[in-house]
């Protein structure tokens, strides 16, 4: 079975040799991946937010300065672990941003880092990705909410009259299971394209923010700009 595919927009296309909704691997990799996200998102988040900080406010010192290097470290090491797990869950084809190599004294390293904008692309993508993350993680936990309890249902109500008589689609029993189970069965047929959707957003968001892009026009200057400055150096 092939991974699913994304199309230009960074989305999830199934594969036509996939087996359909959650008889197939691809909505339950899709599950997986929006129920762990958030834990990954928020741990992300607060490291960013927190190491980021500081180095801006102490930015004019000697040490905020040299902060500048471990942080983008950290953020390269989080936007790695999002793309192989969008790799292994979500089948996207992403591969390693382009960056600029720093290399020479301390200061010249933090200054083409600090110019770098893949750098600050992955800062902005681990700001992104909280939100992103909750909405996933949501949408699978509500998933799984209405699925267990349209499908427990019918046990819950079996033998005990009370428990259906004056519920919606009452008294019959027949009639209360119809109401209280469809949950369930809307779970199943609408479930893996709200998966698909909702890791869809996060799939664009890796693609445009840390997936590789093209070389542009501005990267040559930025390159041409940074080589005459070692040399002149």
């Known amino acids: 079975m092939r991974s699913p595919q994304p199309d230009a927009g960074g989305r999830l296309s199934r594969s036509s040799t996939s087996r359909p909704g959650f008889l197939g691997t691809d909505a339950w990799r899709q599950m997986l991946h929006a129920l762990i996200s958030l834990p990954i998102a928020f741990v992300g988040f607060v490291l960013i937010v ?90 699978a936990v509500s998933l799984v909410y209405f699925f267990v309890r349209g499908a427990s249902y019918p046990f819950q109500a079996a033998g005990d009259p009370s428990y259906y008589e004056k519920a919606w689609g009452g008294p019959t029993y027949l009639g209360a299971v119809a109401v209280h189970s469809s949950p369930a069965l809307i779970v199943l047929i609408s479930g893996p394209a709200i998966l698909r959707a909702v890791t869809g957003l996060q799939a664009r968001a890796i693609r445009t923010l840390i997936g590789s892009r093209p070389y542009s026009t501005a990267d040559h200057r930025l390159d041409a700009r940074r080589v005459t400055t070692v040399d002149t150096r």
């Open 50 to 139: 927190v190491t980021v900080s500081i180095s801006t406010v102490l930015s004019l010192t000697v040490v905020g300065a040299l902060l500048i290097i471990p942080t983008f470290a950290l953020t390269r090491l989080l936007t790695r672990i999002e793309r192989a797990r969008a790799r292994r869950l979500l089948g996207l084809d992403v591969s390693e941003p382009r960056r600029a190599r720093p290399a020479g004294a301390p200061w010249r390293r933090v200054r083409i880092r600090w110019q770098d904008r893949q750098s600050w692309r992955d800062v902005g993508f681990l700001l992104l990705h909280l939100p992103l993350a909750l909405l996933s993680f949501l949408a």
